[in-house]
């Protein structure tokens, strides 16, 4: 079967359905099961719609609907829409803005993948609920109620907040109005006009009187039913619903990233005209040309189709117009009848929504291949039960065969009609502008993030996530997208398994508020900072390292091999290859440099770039390299030597970790007689000391015995002690000639705990450097209060996170953070991903290896974090504050208040200087400025009638304040009492 390229693909589904349907699986659960969702309206809706109707009108039970359970709750802080414009706007944007983005995040693209691009928005809406109801309350709407009103609003909103760059078009063909803007979409996609289509259908019931006028009509079911061509129909019952689906092309899909519910093979539209019954009856002769018309421009043969998804909403004129039309267009064989049903007998009639909400059910259908039952049908009326149509009323597999065919049908009752013709996909699909080959896939254990706007969002998100995977799941799969398909918010959290139980495992110990060791999180992660590569000195080998990531990362391996090979250009040379223990003092040294420079080389192919690196002791030479600063050949050169070194003054002493503070290290110090020095410095309660074998043994008893953690170094030589000076010049003269550069990223001396020029680093410095202790404490803590800083450990195990954290917080440097991984004990692979995770819940882009393919793999729709109470809070209790302070506060009180709602708006720092900048210079735009001012008005009662005007006239913060003491009253003096005599 050849499709052309150009044919609409359906990729992605959302939708929010009676029933607490969210979601295409939990729709499909929802039909296979046969359920029906239909119900007297929840009592705290119908208290409200119930109020707005008149005594005479109230009926003495709830009407029977659809209806959603809550209309009112809003992620608004997703959308960056603020408290004020989201409780005034209709509920239909609300919906359908998260509906939209579960459609994306169903088809795997995230909304940063999205935007920019020429993408049009297409939604059917017919409802006026809201507009009605807010004329009708004789307030004077403002306007950001005036964003939230028009139609054109609902298509217009979604491309705005997710800025895109297509048509945004609002349909009102009535009940056809979603199937209607499908059509649409389908020609813009086929044309060229854009290169993805999102189309939603919304219907929400609000205003009671449009029910009660359809009550009075006679056109809804008493009995609140939809019965599609059964003899008991009797009229519809109206519902709520709210779905959007996500078109693409079908010649760049790709079965690795894709998931292709069905095609959309044709379309078409047309009108009942000058119908005799009137405006509101349908047109068989209307309906008959539309199905014959539409399979024309499908080629797809009538005879091919194998069931129609009708408009079957069980009114006794609208089932006999379409039977009537189905039987005649289609002409089957009484022996072959076509088979057709409505998903309205399952949910009621969705109404401008309807016909998005059939294509869903039969796009299903088509993926699942089967044909859900449609409800309420017993026995055909006796005009239709002559006719070649079958009512489909209990579940059945699809025809086996190559093709399967489906038709969808929706009509507006104004006359406009829609009908579209959808098909199973046909084998792996290819891209026709020739697809890369797929990278190797990872082997090993994979990184799974997860975030939400909360820590509960997060929570939230585990549970569901540790109850979505079963036994069957692609974890390398799921982990692909959940990565690249979704977005990726403000609290982050990550899970690193080799297996999906250890997945599970994790996740719900996410959900319970523990963080696992095969986990990193749940941090807030904050804005891109200075990245900071840290390379430490010895301690952080072991005897297998770079086994794993030698066979794993192909960089690894071949920078490996590269540093080796300059190593063994000079004397003192110790080979060593990943997966062979390196030997002796010298051997440890050289494998740890060379390990150093093989993972700086996996980050920075993964696109972490260093913009300042800082070493400690050994480590120095691999970040001096990092930074260009030294060649290859002469870092090596370096690192032969010194390890020589080092190792022949092995036998005099070692080193001794220690949990020592300052103070504690003078008195041991003392007590031990100069016997023992400081080697590095490296935080608050991190102190390696050197000395002595002997003496040191018994100093890690003696501290061991007061509670004091003290640990021999492994392989450790007494570096940065007096036992180097006899060794210093000849290891001077034997790394003369050094030519160092000044080097493309700055660095920061643990020699001198400053930022050091490239060229400095010549023979001189290297000879002090082996010698004088390390201060990494002063050195982090200088490049922390520098900038915001992001430090990242470049070694195979962590050895220097604990410290460079301790430091941090000793000195109160909160917007610097460390990333180290999480505490897991698994192998060098694992730790590995745990840094990557650690540095993406601090802010950062995902930069671990992942899977080519995302499908099978699915994920649940996103958890929101659904606000229902809408009203701001007030930046600060001005009328309180002010009421009790002093004159000369009053000012600064205001300029504080205003400030702290300007801050939030801009989603920027301010500084001093800001407050005299005009505030559009300062990212407020003009709807910011609306809800500004709804938030200067809750905060005094003098401010109630503070205008748009006076706003955009003050212009700065400090104005703004001027304007407003103003407005607010002058607390009047407190009397004096009298003094008499």
């Not at 900072?529 to 990531?549: E, I, K, N, S």
């Not at 030479?621 to 030294?630: C, T």
């Not at 400081?678 to 003496?695: C, F, Q, R, S």
Request: glycine share 8%; proline share 7%.
């Amino acid at each position: 079967m050849t499709v052309p390229t150009a044919t609409p693909a359906l990729v992605g589904i959302g939708c929010r359905l009676p029933g607490d349907v969210h979601g295409p699986a939990a729709f499909w659960e929802f039909l296979v099961e046969g359920r029906d969702a239909v119900a007297p309206m929840p009592e705290h809706r119908w208290k409200v719609m119930r109020d707005l109707l008149a005594p005479e009108d109230r009926p003495e039970q709830p009407w029977r609907a659809g209806a959603l359970a809550d209309i009112d709750g809003f992620d608004h802080g997703f959308f960056g829409i603020s408290a004020e414009e989201a409780a005034v706007i209709d509920a239909q944007q609300r919906l359908l803005l998260e509906v939209v983005v579960d459609a994306l995040y169903d088809a795997g693209m995230s909304l940063e993948s999205v935007a920019s691009r020429r993408i049009g928005v297409y939604v059917g809406a017919a409802a006026p609920d809201h507009a009605t109801l807010a004329f009708a309350a004789g307030e004077r709407p403002g306007m950001l109620a005036a964003g939230g009103i028009g139609a054109s609003m609902l298509s217009a909103r979604v491309a705005h907040c997710l800025d895109l760059h297509g048509p945004a078009v609002t349909v009102d063909t009535a009940c056809s109005s979603a199937l209607t803007a499908t059509h649409q979409a389908c020609r813009d996609l086929a044309v060229g006009d854009v290169d993805t289509a999102i189309v939603a259908g919304v219907n929400l019931l609000q205003n009671p009187l449009i029910t009660r006028a359809f009550v009075d009509g006679g056109v809804l079911a008493p009995d609140g039913r939809c019965k599609p061509f059964d003899a008991a129909a009797d009229g519809y019952v109206r519902s709520e619903g709210v779905a959007a689906v996500v078109l693409t092309h079908w010649g760049e899909t790709l079965p690795e990233r894709d998931r292709v519910y069905a095609l959309l093979r044709g379309s078409h539209i047309n009108t009942d005209g000058h119908s005799r019954g009137g405006l509101f009856a349908p047109s068989s002769q209307a309906q008959a040309a539309l199905l014959r018309d539409t399979y024309a421009v499908s080629d797809i043969g009538m005879d091919e189709v194998d069931y129609v998804e009708a408009h079957g909403t069980g009114t006794r004129a609208g089932d006999r117009v379409e039977a009537t039309a189905l039987a005649g267009a289609f002409a089957r064989p009484p022996e072959q009848p076509l088979w057709v049903g409505s998903v309205k007998s399952n949910l009621g009639h969705t109404e401008s929504a309807a016909g998005l909400v059939g294509l869903i059910k039969t796009a299903l259908s088509l993926h699942h291949g089967r044909i859900p039952a449609t409800l309420h049908h017993t026995q055909p009326r006796p005009a239709l039960a002559t006719l070649p149509l079958e009512v489909v009323t209990e579940a059945r597999p699809w025809p086996a065969q190559e093709q399967r065919v489906a038709g969808v049908s929706s009509f507006g009752y104004g006359g406009t009609n829609a009908h579209a013709v959808l098909t199973s996909p046909p084998g792996p699909q290819r891209s026709s502008a020739g697809a890369a080959t797929p990278e190797a896939e990872p082997a090993g254990p994979v990184v799974l993030p997860l975030s939400a706007a909360t820590a509960q969002g997060v929570a939230e998100t585990a549970q569901t996530w540790a109850e979505h995977l079963d036994e069957q799941a692609d974890l390398a799969a799921t982990a692909a997208l959940a990565t690249h398909g979704r977005d990726h918010r403000a609290t982050r959290a990550a899970v690193i398994a080799d297996s999906v139980p250890a997945a599970r495992e994790a996740l719900t110990a996410l959900a319970a508020g523990r963080t696992p060791p095969e986990a990193v999180g749940p941090h807030t992660a904050a804005r891109q900072r200075r990245m900071v590569f840290v390379f430490p000195g010895q301690g952080g080998h072991d005897p297998a390292m770079g086994t794993l990531l030698a066979q794993r990362f192909p960089e690894f391996a071949a920078t490996v091999e590269r540093v080796q090979a300059a190593l063994a250009r000079h004397e003192g040379h110790e080979p060593w290859t990943p997966g062979r223990e390196p030997r002796g003092v010298a051997g440890v040294q050289q494998a740890t440099f060379t390990v150093q420079v093989a993972l700086a080389e996996v980050w920075r192919t993964r696109g972490v770039i260093p913009e300042m690196v800082v070493g400690h002791s050994l480590g120095e030479v691999a970040a001096a390299h990092v930074a260009g600063v030294l060649s290859l050949d002469d870092a090596a050169r370096l690192v032969c030597a010194r390890s020589a070194v080092l190792a022949d003054a092995a036998a005099e002493g070692g080193l001794l970790a220690t949990a020592l503070d300052r103070e504690q290290v003078t008195q041991v110090l003392a007590e031990v007689g100069g016997q023992v020095s400081v080697a590095a410095d490296n935080g608050p309660g991190h102190t390696i000391l050197t000395g002595p074998h002997e003496v040191l043994t018994t100093l890690r008893d003696h501290l061991e015995e007061r509670g004091v953690f003290a640990r021999y170094v492994a392989e450790s030589p007494p570096a940065h002690s007096r036992f180097l000076d006899p060794y210093l010049n000849d290891f001077a003269a034997s790394i003369a000639g050094l030519h160092p550069q000044a080097g493309h990223v700055g660095m920061v001396s643990t020699a001198t705990a400053e930022t050091v020029a490239g060229e400095y680093l010549d023979t001189g410095y290297w000879t002090r450097q082996l010698r004088v202790p390390v201060q990494l404490h002063s050195a982090i803590r200088h490049l922390a209060e520098q900038t915001d800083s992001a430090f990242v450990e470049i070694s195979p195990r962590s050895v220097l996170s604990h410290a460079i954290e301790d430091t941090l917080t000793h000195h109160h440097l909160p917007g610097a953070t460390v990333a180290p991984g999480s505490s897991s004990t698994g192998d060098e692979h694992t730790r590995l991903l745990a840094a990557f995770a650690g540095l993406y819940t601090r802010g950062h882009t995902p930069v671990w290896p992942t899977a080519s393919r995302w499908r099978p793999a699915e994920l649940p729709p996103p958890h929101w974090h659904r606000d229902t109470g809408t009203d701001a809070t007030p930046a600060a209790p001005l009328a309180d504050a002010l009421a009790t302070a002093a004159p000369e506060q009053r000012r600064a009180l205001v300029v504080e208040a205003i400030r702290g709602i300007v801050a939030d708006l801009s989603s920027v720092p301010l500084t001093q200087a800001d407050y005299d900048a005009e505030l559009t210079a300062i990212g407020l735009a003009s709807r910011d400025l609306l809800v500004l001012r709804a938030q200067l008005r809750d905060l005094h009662p003098a401010l109630a009638q503070l205008d748009a005007a006076t706003i955009y006239r003050a212009a700065t913060i400090n104005a703004l304040a001027d304007t407003l003491l103003e407005l607010l009253p002058t607390p009047a003096p407190e009397p004096v009492e009298a003094v008499t005599s």
